[in-house]
């Protein structure tokens, strides 16, 4: 992705963001009251702006391109916990390439996809959970560097409340990043983060798999 990014390709770059004068008129109180009274946030993205997901689909989230391929209840993935008597796991199994030329973090993939509405699954506050961590499927190790012009099979994880029943399917939410100059030290780096893909996958329990 260019630096237009946390888009799909086939979508244009964001225009630019104009300041517009709001006191002083009928329709600059109203603006004013909707954003004291909470109503409006410049963070949220329209419904109408995010991409349906497709499982086998390529996605270019800026830093990385994810492809999901697909959600299981985990029973064996090397290395990677398999919950204990409280909780379970939850896995999406992907591919992921970083993009550019420099190394990005495995916890900037790991807050790039988020299960959204799944009961048991902690969250810090309202929306999307990011997963917990991400793990290599060949070995089952921790990915904290993701290396630019490699592919890795990767398992994103969530634990989930065995109180909460296994879901049958979950809300997926992939979420994109801009290249910009920081407004601080005026570095370049992936900025503003927003959903740019959201669907429900299938969750595979372990016994479906085997069968």
């Known amino acids: 992705m260019t630096e237009s990014g946390g888009r799909l390709r086939r979508l244009g770059s964001r225009a630019p963001r104009q300041h517009l004068p709001l006191a002083g008129s009928a329709a600059g109180a109203i603006v004013l009251a909707v954003l004291v009274a909470g109503g409006f946030d410049p963070m949220e993205k329209p419904a109408a702006e995010v991409e349906p ?7 270019d989230l800026g830093p990385f391109v994810v492809t999901a391929d697909r959600l299981r209840v985990v029973d064996e993935l ?3 916990s398999e919950g204990d008597d409280g909780t379970r796991v939850l896995a999406l199994v992907a591919t992921v390439t970083a993009t550019g030329t420099t190394t990005q973090y495995g916890a900037m993939l790991s807050e790039s996809v988020a299960l959204d509405g799944v009961p048991g699954v902690p969250a810090d506050g309202d929306g999307p959970v990011p997963a917990d ?14 290396q630019p ?5 990767v398992a994103l994880v969530w634990e989930q409340d065995v109180r909460a029943d296994a879901p049958s399917e979950a809300r997926l939410v ?21 959903p ?5 996958l299938e ?7 085997e069968s």
């Open 53 to 59: 997901l497709a499982v086998g689909e390529s996605v």
């Open 78 to 80: 090397p290395g990677v």
């Open 133 to 146: 961590a991400v793990y290599v499927m060949a070995d089952g190790t921790r990915l904290d560097a993701v």
């Open 149 to 153: 012009g490699l592919e890795y099979e």
């Open 174 to 194: 992939l979420v994109g990043r801009t290249l910009r100059e920081s407004s601080i030290d005026r570095s370049m780096e992936w900025l503003d983060p927003a």
């Open 196 to 200: 740019v893909v959201a669907g429900d």
């Open 203 to 209: 969750v595979t329990a372990p016994a479906e798999e």
